[in-house]
């Protein structure tokens, strides 16, 4: 068979789309224009009329997508016996299920997807500068984004803690946590803290949960032998803990084993948000420390704005930042 035949043969098959009226046969022209296409590049043709197959395969999908949505088929799999082996009477009414229809669900999500998409983006889907998949996550993060649009300027207008129920997309916070449950009483090197510091069950009692939105990001600092802490704080939280990012601090700390010069943000995600970028590692450079001994690098705040999207919170925070709030002790810090 010569590309002339093919393009003949094609040309049939658009008219028979067309025509056709049933979603069994719009399947049918869809699995053959797949496998003309399939055979056409085994056999070395033209880009250009493979690619006309599969926009033919596309135009049979979408099609077929159309008349489930127009007329959505009925739910089980029609006519059988029951469990106790008694025959159930058929269906009155005249739609058939997916099964009956030899669709499988799958499928017919799919050419749902198709039908619904724009022209201009469903031509860029057969065409191959796109795929449904890439169009749906478009879509899904447009949503998204317009939602934390919303929630951006409800933080900024927000007086009360009450106010703030949900709204946030990623959430810092630098605990002050109390070394007396760690193990070691007595731990030689360690500088008392200049704060109030809180127990593991006083952490466990901020309502992180509260202020996050449904997809959010959690960056959780942490010393060495604060960290089986964190896991717990995660669990509590509604988060799934994903890694550690280390930050290798410029001097040298104390330690009762070993000289401490790093300290880590665990970074967990509730939800299913995506980071910003592809490039993060999981160590930090080495920047300096804030004017505390305890205080972190001022260099963490646009780090995390590269990877994650606002709005943003931060907890037990000491700096004013534009697009930021702060909970502290005080209240609300905008």
């Given at each position: 068979m010569n590309e002339n035949t093919s393009l003949m043969l094609l040309s049939r098959a658009s008219q028979a789309l067309v025509e056709a009226d049933t979603v069994v046969r719009l399947?049918?022209?869809?699995?053959?224009?797949?496998?003309?296409?399939?055979w056409l590049k085994r056999k070395n043709a033209g880009d250009e009329i493979i690619q006309?197959?599969?926009?033919?395969?596309?135009?049979?999908?979408?099609?077929?997508?159309?008349?489930?949505?127009?007329?959505?088929?009925?739910?089980?799999?029609?006519?059988?016996?029951?469990?106790?082996?008694?025959?159930?009477?058929?269906?009155?009414?005249?739609?058939?299920?997916?099964?009956?229809?030899?669709?499988?669900t799958k499928e017919s999500s799919v050419a749902k997807?198709?039908?619904s998409l724009p022209e201009d983006t469903f031509v860029a889907v057969k065409s191959g500068v796109t795929t449904v998949t890439q169009v749906q996550r478009e879509i899904r993060e447009k949503k998204r984004e317009e939602k934390r649009r919303a929630n951006r300027k409800k933080a900024e207008e927000s007086k009360s803690i009450k106010e703030l129920v949900g709204i946030f997309t990623t959430i810092l916070i630098d605990p002050p946590w109390d070394w007396s449950d760690e193990g070691d009483v007595n731990q030689l090197g360690r500088a008392k803290p200049d704060y109030a510091t809180m127990t593991l069950g006083q952490l466990l009692e901020i309502p992180v949960k509260d202020w996050a939105d449904k997809d959010c990001h959690l960056y959780c600092w942490s010393t060495n032998r604060s960290l089986p802490k964190v896991y717990s704080l995660?669990?509590?939280?509604?988060?799934?803990?994903i890694t550690l990012l280390t930050w290798p601090k410029p001097s040298f700390g104390m330690g009762n084993y070993f000289r401490g010069q790093t300290e880590h943000i665990a970074f967990g995600v509730k939800g299913s948000q995506l980071l910003k970028r592809k490039d993060a590692s999981t160590l930090l450079p080495t920047w300096d420390r804030g004017e505390h001994h305890s205080s972190k690098p001022l260099e963490i705040y646009e780090f995390i704005e590269s990877c994650s999207p606002g709005p943003y919170l931060e907890i037990f925070g000491r700096n004013k930042r534009d697009g930021w709030t702060i909970i502290?002790?005080?209240g609300i810090n905008g």
């Open positions: 399947k049918e022209l869809k699995n053959l224009a797949l496998t003309a296409a399939d006309k197959a599969k926009a033919l395969a596309f135009d049979a999908e979408r099609k077929m997508g159309e008349m489930l949505l127009t007329k959505p088929p009925k739910r089980g799999a029609g006519p059988g016996r029951g469990k106790q082996g008694v025959s159930q009477a058929p269906c009155l009414s005249d739609v058939p299920s997916l099964k009956e229809l030899g669709i499988t997807k198709l039908a995660f669990d509590v939280w509604g988060f799934r803990y502290g002790e005080g």
